[in-house]
């Protein structure tokens, strides 16, 4: 079986996942739609698509077997809605929606169409995620204790997009709330112990910069909040902190992941990535010797700053594994090591990649899911446990870091299977 597959959002971001689906062995045709007529030509044109379309209506009236939605962020959730209805899977950009009832019709209307969603999201996919995943999956970290995802990206880096896609009226959607985008942040926790959030407490800096953008006033949202600083209670008894900054001299997204026998912390900025634990013998026995006991509970640590290197993976004799053996001498860009490369399908060596390596593994999975009729690693219930902390603690912040339950939007049917490199959801 081959799909046809509809983007829709021909802008900067969009239109760079257009040669990854292209490339796609399982991909037959990359349709592309977008309501701005010039720049659909010309993008059309630049990356060899054939078949276009004025809107996301006329691209659920095609033949298409699924829409890709790389449209703006308060849009995604009715979208893709409207997609499902419509007979199309659907894999949407971050955020999945921005209220929690727009979260419940989209979870309605995937368990209803029995269709496949797929949330975007890059930070499932990252190297230090990955990592961490295997380790916690192999019980390395131990019990869980605390998580942090942290997204900073000044708005000095938004202020020609947005200007661009809302002309005279740009400040309006400018000033979204941070929390409304927290998946790069909750999915550096919540993609690797697949617990979920659920409660929160978070706190709003009201924003004075010239610029006006963060103004009740002009505001489609009444948002006055820049910067938001939440704690979390997670289902498996741990905690989390998650910030969402949008006027700060920082950039990068980070993690941490704390267990009770290991942790990793990393310091972007500094290049520091770390990987520390216990001895394989902490804990063991009370009647050690005092020296031995001191012995036992010194940390290691151990430099992992390699897996955030991104200079791409060429398949060798000693990392070629159970892949046939015409992946030889292939490269696929844009890679870390900590990746699992394995994965990807030949026709990807050489493909153009981005956000730390994740968009062939966001266009794999998603291609992957519809093919086999099975759900992939960030389905809509996924998406649900990334979104709804966000926007439960933003209603924290606007109540002045009010103590509020996270709803669970549950797990997916019993019946539904999954990719097989997929962990399944624990309760």
Known sequence: MKIKVGLCGAGQFGRRFVPVFQRHPDVAEVYLADVLPDRLAREAARLGVTKTFDSLEALCRSDCDCVALFTQRWLHAPQAVQALKAGKHVYSAVPAAVTLEELGELVEAVKSTGLIYMLGETSYYRAQTTFCRDKFARGEFGDFVYGEGQYHHDMAHFYASYMHSGGDAWKSTASFPPMLYPTHSTA?????????????????????????????????????????????????????????????????????????????????????????????????GDSIPFREARRLVALRREDVSDIRVFDGVEVTEENLGDLPREYLGKTFLGLSPAQPFWQLPLEFAGVPNGHDGTHVFLVNDFVRSVVAQKLPPNHVWQAARYNAPGIVAHESAKRDGERLSIPDFGMPPADWPVLDTTRPLQP
């Open 188 to 284: 550096f926790v919540l993609g690797v112990t697949f617990a979920r959030m659920t409660e929160v407490s978070c706190f709003g800096q009201v924003d004075h910069h010239d610029d006006g953008v963060f103004r009740a006033e002009t505001s489609q949202w009444g948002n006055v909040f820049s910067n938001q600083s939440a704690l979390f209670r997670t289902s498996d008894g741990g905690m989390a902190r998650i910030n969402e900054f949008r006027r700060v001299g920082a950039g990068d997204g980070r993690m941490t992941i704390m267990g009770t026998r290991a942790a990793y912390e990393e310091q972007p900025g500094q290049g520091v990535f770390t990987w520390l634990d216990f001895p394989e013998d902490y804990g063991q």
